[in-house]
């Protein structure tokens, strides 16, 4: 064939493809919307528990979004119909035993294609996305004071049907847990937490306090309750102040008078109180941890997770590509074995390029892979062409007469 000709198929093949490609694309439209949700849904998980949404910036951005789901999808879907056309364009200048390789090839090719995809979706964007949007201090802290507020609500409601005994021991039990934690790992000395924050936490807790106290106790301490309520409102007035040591002077003060209202549980509602205000210590610190927030737009995050999963799976094509470019002598074993040393730097390089994180765990995800798919490349041409070798050797042996 000459050069025009050669041409003139690689364009009726590519024209091929990009139908294949519009026309499973058309059709994955139908199913956009919980496809998008299923490539974002490490993007999601990875992101705090009250926050996980993404958002968009215009008024078209959603649809322009699941448009491109639509369309990679068909790219996904249109693999075996692109290693199919590739084939073909090679076929005519390969040997015809080596033309029977046309099925293996397009059904290896997929396969490698679709397992480089689900490890990158399930190997590498959980983990990079758990790296990339979560702080360590402030995630730790965080799940910490979650389970805390839950243990404390549990002690409130003993409180609240007037066995304070019991409240009591759970009080103290969480208020050990925050300090064995809290405060030897997870304080950061460079972070200091917003008095304001802590004292408007303390208020809150104490209110909760008087509540449970009013309802457990009933009638007969409403004059001492109502004494702690005067003194909460102290608290707060010195607090729109900003006058945060007489507030706190204020809510003790008030903490203490519950001692009135069961004066043979007052450790147990001593222990509520401290609970109350190593909660809010710890709810200012996590907020000095987490001054800032993620907001993710659609687009944006769909591109990153699509690149990162097409390139995974370009590259667990890798050996199949090799061993076509050996097939058709375009590389030789001899010539990747002595620049193997060089092929481990550039896989090393293009990892670091394609990795969005910083750390050695994402980076060695990728970039092992990728060494791996290169060394079995090597082992695919170097065993081509010693079958090669082979039967032009056999071939080449004339029958005795």
């Known amino acids: 064939m000459s050069l025009a000709e050669h041409l003139t198929e690689l364009r009726s093949r590519l024209l091929k493809c990009t139908i294949a490609v519009l026309v499973l694309g058309a059709a994955s439209l139908v199913f956009a919307r919980p496809i998008f949700g299923l490539l974002m849904k490490p993007v999601l998980e990875a992101l705090p528990a ?13 649809i322009n979004v699941l448009m491109k789901v639509g369309l990679y999808c068909g790219l996904f879907l249109t693999t075996p119909v692109i290693l199919w056309q590739i084939w073909g364009f090679v076929s005519p200048g390969l040997y015809p035993e080596e033309r029977r390789y046309a ?38 802290l965080g799940t910490q004071l979650d389970t805390a507020k839950l243990r404390t609500e549990d002690a409130m409601r003993f ?6 005994e019991r409240a ?45 106290a009013a309802e457990g106790f009933g009638a007969p301490a409403r004059l001492v309750l109502r004494q702690a ?50 909660l809010a210590a710890g709810h200012a610190r996590h907020e000095a941890l987490s001054w800032t927030r993620p907001m993710l737009t659609m687009n944006e995050q769909l591109s990153l997770v699509l690149v990162l999963i097409l ?47 910083g750390d050695v765990v994402n980076l060695s995800l990728m970039a092992g892979p990728m060494l791996m798919c290169y060394e079995l490349g090597v082992l695919a041409v170097w065993m081509i062409e010693r079958r090669r070798a082979r039967n032009e050797a056999s071939t080449s042996i004339t029958p005795s007469p």
Not at 335 to 350: E, K, N, P
Request: aromatic share 8%; hydrophobic share 50%; charged share 15%.
């Open 50 to 62: 009250g926050g996980r949404s993404l958002v968009y910036t215009s008024g078209i951005e959603e």
């Open 103 to 140: 099925s293996p090839f397009v059904f290896l090719g997929s396969v490698a294609f679709i397992a480089g995809a689900l490890f990158c979706y399930l190997a590498i964007l959980p983990s990079m996305f758990q790296f990339l949007l979560n702080e360590t201090d402030s995630t730790a």
């Open 159 to 164: 409180l609240r049907i007037g066995d304070a």
């Open 168 to 212: 009591g021991q759970l009080a103290r039990e969480v208020s050990t847990s925050l300090q064995a934690t809290g405060e030897s790992q997870l304080v950061n000395p460079e972070v200091v937490p917003s008095e304001a924050v802590e004292m408007s936490a303390r208020l809150e807790g104490l209110g909760q306090l008087l509540d449970a």
């Open 229 to 278: 309520v005067e003194k909460r409102v102290v608290a707060v007035e010195a607090f729109g102040r900003q006058d945060f040591a007489a507030a706190a002077t204020a809510m003790d003060e008030a903490a203490s008078l519950l001692a009135g209202v069961a004066p043979t549980r007052t450790e147990e509602l001593a222990g509520m109180w401290k609970l109350q205000k190593g």
């Open 311 to 357: 390139a995974f799976g370009v590259i667990f094509e890798l050996p199949l590509v090799m061993a076509l470019l050996g097939i058709v002598g375009v590389v030789q074993s001899k010539w990747l074995f002595r620049y193997q040393r060089h092929a481990f730097v550039v896989c090393i390089i293009l990892a670091a390029l394609l990795t969005p994180t």
